[in-house]
């Protein structure tokens, strides 16, 4: 019992109980000004591993921070992150060499080449900030380019503490007690709504847990519509699991990014018969989160994806160990997906018995019946944003209506940012947002992490770090494709997961500099 109760274990306890507490109304949301308080004086104070490790835990967690009654929507993350990044400064430094070669130095090595993604990012980020001079509203362009860069130094920290493989492994595992946490409470919610009218439920989340999570504007627009719900004329609503998310396309996005992390060490505890087992189910219950999460772009993109796993499963270079694991992760999908089926029927039953249903206010949720349906209103917007979307490229090709300003396309004001103006379709949205340079170099981004990820899984030296590799590009790979209907990317909290698994993932390559060198071996 000894081992748990450490400073770290203690403190991530307190933080967990204080944001359950305000979520449910129990206490005051200025509680968690106390609670950042709590956490800067840790991050201050101890190894900057055990910093770290606690801000990757943290992260289902963040909350924001109700300053003043105008402005209450800024997330601790922000001010955590960049205390850390000056702990990491002040107490080792911060290094552009990160990558290590065969005799265990580190020092910089034929740039692109293992600097890539650094390259590629910073060229993102100064067409990014050249869009600024073209913004109509240049606070909503230099806010996201703070967001974007804000977030960037969680990858800087995690390639400059990266550079051993326990290291890697602890921030792994962080890692997972995150997305076990937001499992924790999809599930926690899955079992409540089958106890509570939707309405009580819809109410209670957007007027408490959405305002500790995001404060008072997102509550009330929530309160009034969202997108928590599946809605058919002639039976009751389901609702679509969303965990700490405001919405259920990031709970599924979130489960896609958790997958390798989980699979990484079920693999990594092969002998340990309990924490392999942990491990499994762990991955099958992130699948069934993007099922329940009612994402029709998540059940769709799933299909190449299962693919092209099948594919590699028959390519004879592959190791059919690691290929048939990933396969039977995707095939766990859609067994999950079949057995869900036996999930509506029950729940019509138990809304049914219920009759506390507002049928005029769940009126305002429109729910596609099918992926098919062309003449759903929800489809029929997204293709003519795809088309006002484009229009506006051929307007603006070189520095875009400038970033954070998508809503110009729209014709609309800077207010409609706050309900998540977007273009439905996150290559579209930066394209219009940034140029079509832009959206080329978020592209490469992407490319490059798809290329790193095949290197780590074919050329690395621990199995766990092959197979997190190879499902890390498969998943992210989903992740791409359903970009092209949604930009749930850019929620903080999946963004900041994705940045740290990415961060992660070029730690383990920078571990093994001339990974290349070993083809002919292997």
């Known amino acids: 019992m000894k081992k748990y109760l450490t400073a770290l274990n203690i403190v991530f306890a307190v933080e967990v109980i204080v944001v359950a507490l305000v979520s449910l109304g129990l206490i005051p949301r200025e509680a968690v000004l106390a609670l950042t308080g709590l956490m800067i004086f840790y991050i201050i104070f101890s190894p900057v591993e055990d910093s770290l490790q606690l801000t990757i835990m943290s992260i289902p967690f963040f909350v924001a921070l109700p300053i003043s009654e105008s402005f209450d929507s800024m997330a601790n993350w922000r001010i955590l992150i960049a205390t850390l990044f000056l702990c990491l400064f002040f107490k080792k430094g911060i290094s552009a060499i990160i990558i290590k070669d065969s005799e265990g130095r580190y020092h910089m090595k034929e740039k692109f080449k293992h600097y890539s993604v650094e390259y590629l990012i910073l060229w993102f980020l100064i067409i990014a900030s050249l869009s600024i001079l073209a913004a109509s509203y240049k606070i909503l362009a230099i806010k996201k380019f703070l967001f974007l860069g804000n977030i960037l130094i969680l990858f800087v920290i995690i390639r400059n503490m990266g550079r051993k493989k326990e290291v890697i492994l602890n921030m792994l595992k962080s890692a997972a007690v995150g997305g076990a946490a937001v499992i924790a409470v999809s599930l926690i919610q899955l079992i409540v709504s089958f106890f509570v009218s939707l309405y009580d439920f819809w109410q209670f989340w957007a007027g408490k ?18 997108t928590w719900f599946s809605y ?3 039976k009751p609503p389901i609702l679509r699991i969303f965990s700490v998310f405001p919405d259920s396309h990031s709970l599924a996005m979130f489960s896609v990014f958790s997958l390798p992390i989980f ?7 092969g002998e340990e018969k309990r924490k392999k087992t942990f491990f499994w189910v762990l991955a099958g219950l992130a699948l069934l989160g993007t099922v329940l999460s009612g994402s029709r772009g ?9 693919v092209l796993t099948i594919y590699l499963f028959f390519w004879k270079k592959i190791s059919r160990f690691f290929t048939k694991r990933a396969l039977f992760s995707l095939l766990i999908f859609a067994a999950l997906f079949i057995l869900s089926s036996f999930y509506a029927p029950l729940y019509y039953k138990s809304q049914s018995l219920q009759g506390k249903i507002d049928k005029d206010a769940l009126g305002l949720f429109s729910r596609a019946k099918s992926i098919s349906d062309l003449n759903e209103i929800s489809n029929k917007t997204r293709v003519q944003i795809w088309g006002v979307s484009l229009k506006s490229i051929g307007q603006h090709p070189f520095l875009g209506v400038g970033l954070g300003n998508y809503v110009t396309v729209l014709n609309e004001d800077a207010s409609a940012a706050k309900r998540g103006a977007s273009a439905h379709n996150l290559y579209l949205d930066f394209a219009a947002e940034t140029g079509i340079l832009g959206a080329l170099l978020l592209i490469l981004i992407f490319l490059e992490i798809l290329r790193t990820s095949w290197l780590v899984f074919r050329y690395s030296d621990e199995p766990y770090f092959k197979m997190l590799g190879l499902t890390f590009g498969l998943y992210f790979l989903w992740a791409m494709i359903y970009s092209l209907f949604d930009v749930v990317l850019l929620n903080d909290k999946v963004l900041l997961f994705f940045v740290a698994g990415v961060a992660v993932l070029y730690s383990i390559r ?4 001339d990974i290349e060198k070993n083809k002919n071996s292997i």
Do not use: C, K, Q, R
């Open 298 to 306: 998540v059940w769709l993109t799933f299909i190449p994806v299962l």
């Open 510 to 513: 920078a571990l093994a500099p």
């Open 232 to 234: 058919f004329l002639d």
């Open 209 to 226: 847990v959405i305002m500790a999570f995001y404060g008072h504007n997102l509550s009330e627009l929530l309160a009034h519509s969202n």
């Open 263 to 269: 699979l990484g060490l079920a693999i990594y505890y």
